[in-house]
């Protein structure tokens, strides 16, 4: 939705490497209006940081979980953003608890999927993470209850 408002036009004056902006006129602009910020189909419940250094959630207790680990360097933080976004928005993700678990950001996603949709959440997770991943980027490791992890150890 568009709203009209009514604007000043500015005319910008240079003198000696500094800009005056001085209003000259009206004009009317459009301005686009904010959409209504959606609430995420799924809230990932976060269980917080456990202190004793062992993670609460393994692939015993999920579907699906994504471990973002570290080499001294903390976890691939924009892996881990563009994953949490994934699955608030994924069709298919039932539930999804997040547990901290290092000094450096460690920390297990656990998901709880529809069994028709694990496949494809499997693959769409599996498919945002890389290979090869440098010591620069902490190791991302997907895991499936009945499969071998990946990428593998």
Same mark, same amino acid.
């Not at 709203?3 to 000696?16: D, E, K, Q, V």
């Not at 904010?34 to 456990?50: K, N, S, W």
């Given at each position: 939705?568009?709203?009209?408002?009514?604007?000043?036009?500015?005319?910008?004056?240079?003198?000696?490497?500094?800009?005056?902006?001085?209003?000259?006129?009206?004009?009317?602009?459009?301005?686009?209006?904010?959409?209504?910020?959606?609430?995420?189909?799924?809230?990932?419940?976060?269980?917080?940081?456990?202190?004793?250094?062992?993670?609460?959630?393994?692939?015993? %207790?999920? %579907?699906?979980?994504?471990?973002?680990?570290?080499?001294?360097?903390?976890?691939?933080?924009?892996?881990?953003?563009?994953?949490?976004?994934?699955?608030?928005?994924?069709?298919?993700?039932?539930?999804?608890?997040?547990?901290?678990?290092?000094?450096?950001?460690?920390?297990?996603?656990?998901?709880?999927?529809?069994?028709?949709?694990? %496949?494809?959440?499997?693959?769409?997770?599996?498919?945002?993470?890389?290979?090869?991943?440098? %010591?620069?980027?902490?190791?991302?490791?997907?895991?499936?209850?009945?499969?071998?992890?990946?990428?593998?150890?």
């Amino acid at each position: 939705m568009m709203r009209r408002r009514h604007l000043p036009t500015w005319i910008a004056l240079f003198m000696g490497g500094a800009a005056l902006l001085l209003p000259q006129g009206g004009a009317e602009a459009q301005i686009p209006q904010a959409e209504e910020a959606q609430a995420p189909r799924v809230e990932i419940e976060d269980l917080g940081h456990h202190h004793d250094g062992a993670p609460s959630l393994w692939i015993e %207790d999920c %579907d699906l979980l994504v471990v973002f680990g570290s080499h001294s360097t903390g976890i691939d933080g924009k892996l881990y953003s563009e994953i949490l976004a994934f699955v608030e928005e994924a069709p298919g993700v039932e539930g999804a608890r997040l547990a901290w678990w290092g000094r450096e950001g460690e920390r297990n996603l656990c998901l709880e999927v529809a069994p028709e949709a694990a %496949d494809r959440l499997y693959d769409e997770i599996r498919g945002r993470i890389p290979e090869e991943q440098s %010591d620069r980027n902490g190791p991302t490791r997907l895991e499936r209850r009945g499969f071998a992890p990946f990428p593998p150890r």
